[in-house]
């Protein structure tokens, strides 16, 4: 939780944190997006896909209870794309493997 509260405050806050809510655009999404996406730290490595999703998700609840509560008129929650995920194909035998396998089972 401390991890993503840092996130938070050090990449999305610096863009969000200075704009009243009534005044919050797509355009302002757009930017924590690419903020996030931008290559920081010791290590220069930016954050993957799904970590990015979840910290999307916490800025979208945001967002929504801003709604909830009058702060927002338009829906917020179409603004906060998620990215999509990459994900590795899973091929775990290869048709030897199986065929042998096969053969074991009663």
């Not at 931008?38 to 910290?55: A, C, Q, V, Y």
């Not at 998620?82 to 775990?92: A, F, G, S």
Request: net charge positive; aromatic share 8%.
């Amino acid at each position: 939780m401390k991890e993503y509260q840092a996130i938070l405050h050090s990449r999305v806050v610096p863009f969000l944190g200075q704009i009243a809510l009534q005044a919050l655009r797509p355009v302002h999404m757009d930017q924590s997006v690419n903020a996030l996406r931008s290559p920081k730290g010791t290590e220069g490595r930016s954050f993957s896909p799904h970590r990015m999703n979840l910290i999307l998700l916490r800025v979208r609840s945001f967002l929504d209870l801003g709604r909830t509560r009058g702060g927002l008129q338009p829906d917020p929650h179409r603004w906060v794309a998620l990215q999509p995920e990459r994900r590795p194909d899973v091929d775990p035998f290869s048709f030897e493997e199986r065929m042998a396998f096969l053969k074991v089972l009663p």
